[in-house]
């Protein structure tokens, strides 16, 4: 069937035409509103979803008042590539005991050159993203000549902090949290070529060089735990005693009176406070649940539950002569059950011996300042982060459904 064209009153046109100039200006007014609506929402979109956890990455480095970060459109361009690189700055191991590597920036070398024998060396994983974060802070022109121990797990962030250390002919010593008294000695040793003389010192002069403060018992020997883990520039003509009081001057510089004054407030010695904050800096892999775990470790204890943290086995086991590694992984039943010694919280109930390790300052701060809870278990889902539980039933349930058993 043909359809006749709608017929249209003359006198609606005119009407249309007529439409007062505000209501048109309104209408113009509301599209442009709503266009700069939708631009602001993708551009906030855009700074949460890629510029955000780049600035967040390098939160350490635009902290430091000796870097300074560029400006203008040049700048803004190196965020915006920046933005896009956040792989390519991980660290190029995630295994916090890899080997330190010694790397030496030679006098007129150019950023660029430095960048390309980090990738080179297994310690940076792409060299021009590390130029990138090099130039955005201006640290891409104040590199100097120097020795340094770096290891494939710091970041490129760590790295460029480290690189920043550098002055004239100083040697850089990098230690790692989490590293145990003969892993800093290897650094030391590949730094200073003095590492079993600075491990024998750090292993029996406790008496003589531990702050009183610290409230070690009777008989303790070792500095394990007091040497705080850092970035130390120091003359390459350092003796051992002058790298050892550098890490003892800082660990007291940190464990500062605030914090042996909580640790008294909530009836810890802060040579306690360290041993229980090593074994939490060892069990931590997910920052923020190091104060709950502590929080947990700190339940067991008040209920005279053995802690049963594998680090503290991995402790006692020592040296693995089949891998050269210092913490066995995985542990196997035998090793929980058939290692006889105080460090064995699975054998063994209340709090260890002394320190299993060198915990930072946020592991210590976990213990002082612990996430309250009513947890008692915790597994590892696989992915660094834990499933705590309340009951023992709960708990079976989470190592049956994270680890397969």
């Given at each position: 069937?043909?359809?006749?064209?709608?017929?249209?009153d003359p006198?609606?046109?005119?009407?249309q035409?007529?439409?007062p100039?505000s209501?048109?200006?309104?209408?113009?007014?509301?599209?442009?509103?709503?266009?700069?609506?939708?631009?602001?929402?993708?551009?906030?979109?855009?700074?949460r979803l890629?510029?955000?956890?780049?600035?967040?990455?390098?939160?350490?480095?635009?902290?430091?008042?000796e870097?300074?970060?560029?400006?203008?459109?040049?700048?803004?361009?190196?965020?915006?590539?920046?933005?896009?690189?956040?792989?390519?700055?991980?660290?190029?191991s995630?295994?916090?005991?890899a080997?330190p590597?010694?790397?030496?920036?030679?006098?007129?070398e150019?950023a660029?050159?430095v960048?390309?024998?980090?990738?080179?060396?297994?310690?940076?994983?792409?060299?021009?993203?590390f130029?990138?974060?090099?130039?955005?802070?201006?640290i891409?022109?104040?590199i100097?000549?120097?020795?340094?121990?770096?290891?494939p797990?710091?970041?490129?962030?760590?790295?460029?902090?480290?690189?920043?250390?550098?002055?004239?002919?100083?040697?850089?010593?990098v230690?790692?949290?989490?590293?145990?008294?003969?892993?800093?000695?290897?650094?030391?040793?590949?730094?200073?070529?003095?590492?079993?003389?600075?491990?024998?010192?750090?292993?029996t002069?406790?008496?003589?060089?531990?702050?009183?403060w610290?409230?070690?018992?009777?008989?303790?020997?070792?500095l394990?735990?007091?040497?705080?883990?850092?970035?130390?520039?120091?003359?390459?003509?350092?003796?051992?005693?002058?790298v050892?009081?550098?890490?003892?001057?800082?660990?007291?510089?940190?464990?500062?009176?605030?914090?042996r004054?909580?640790?008294?407030?909530?009836?810890?010695?802060?040579?306690?406070?360290?041993?229980?904050?090593?074994?939490?800096?060892?069990?931590?892999?997910?920052?923020?649940?190091?104060?709950?775990i502590?929080?947990?470790?700190?339940n067991?204890?008040?209920?005279?539950?053995?802690?049963?943290?594998?680090?503290?086995?991995q402790?006692a086991?020592?040296?693995?002569?089949d891998?050269?590694?210092w913490?066995?992984?995985?542990?196997?039943?035998?090793?929980?059950?058939?290692?006889?010694?105080?460090?064995?919280?699975?054998?063994?109930?209340?709090?260890?011996?002394?320190?299993?390790?060198s915990?930072?300052?946020?592991?210590?701060?976990?213990?002082?300042?612990?996430?309250?809870?009513?947890?008692?278990?915790?597994?590892?889902?696989?992915d660094?982060?834990?499933?705590?539980?309340?009951?023992?039933?709960?708990?079976?349930n989470?190592?049956?459904?994270?680890?397969?058993?």
């Open positions: 069937m043909r359809r006749h064209p709608q017929h249209v006198r609606t046109l005119r009407q035409e007529r439409r100039l209501a048109r200006i309104g209408g113009f007014l509301f599209g442009l509103v709503a266009a700069l609506a939708v631009l602001f929402a993708l551009a906030f979109g855009f700074y890629v510029v955000a956890p780049a600035q967040e990455a390098s939160r350490e480095l635009a902290a430091r008042p870097v300074s970060r560029s400006g203008g459109l040049s700048g803004l361009a190196v965020r915006l590539l920046l933005s896009t690189k956040e792989e390519e700055l991980r660290p190029v995630g295994d916090s005991d080997a590597i010694s790397f030496e920036v030679h006098p007129g150019t660029t050159d960048a390309v024998r980090l990738q080179n060396v297994g310690l940076i994983r792409d060299a021009s993203a130029g990138l974060l090099l130039r955005e802070y201006g891409d022109r104040r100097e000549a120097g020795r340094f121990q770096l290891t797990a710091m970041s490129s962030q760590d790295i460029a902090l480290a690189l920043l250390e550098a002055q004239g002919s100083d040697t850089v010593l230690t790692l949290e989490g590293w145990r008294l003969e892993q800093v000695a290897e650094a030391v040793g590949q730094a200073f070529g003095s590492g079993e003389e600075w491990q024998r010192l750090a292993a002069e406790a008496a003589s060089h531990a702050p009183q610290a409230g070690l018992p009777a008989g303790v020997i070792s394990e735990g007091m040497l705080f883990p850092d970035t130390y520039r120091l003359d390459p003509s350092a003796s051992t005693e002058e050892l009081g550098s890490m003892l001057a800082n660990f007291e510089l940190r464990f500062d009176a605030e914090r004054s909580r640790a008294a407030e909530v009836g810890m010695t802060p040579y306690e406070v360290l041993t229980l904050a090593s074994v939490v800096e060892r069990e931590a892999v997910v920052a923020d649940e190091r104060p709950l502590a929080g947990v470790f700190l067991r204890l008040r209920l005279g539950m053995p802690l049963q943290a594998d680090p503290t086995v402790y086991l020592g040296r693995q002569e891998t050269g590694r913490w066995k992984v995985p542990l196997w039943a035998a090793d929980l059950t058939d290692t006889d010694s105080p460090y064995n919280t699975y054998l063994y109930p209340g709090l260890i011996p002394g320190p299993i390790c915990p930072g300052l946020s592991a210590i701060d976990a213990v002082l300042w612990p996430e309250e809870s009513d947890y008692l278990y915790f597994v590892a889902r696989g660094g982060s834990h499933a705590f539980s309340v009951t023992f039933e709960e708990h079976v989470n190592v049956s459904r994270y680890q397969g058993g």
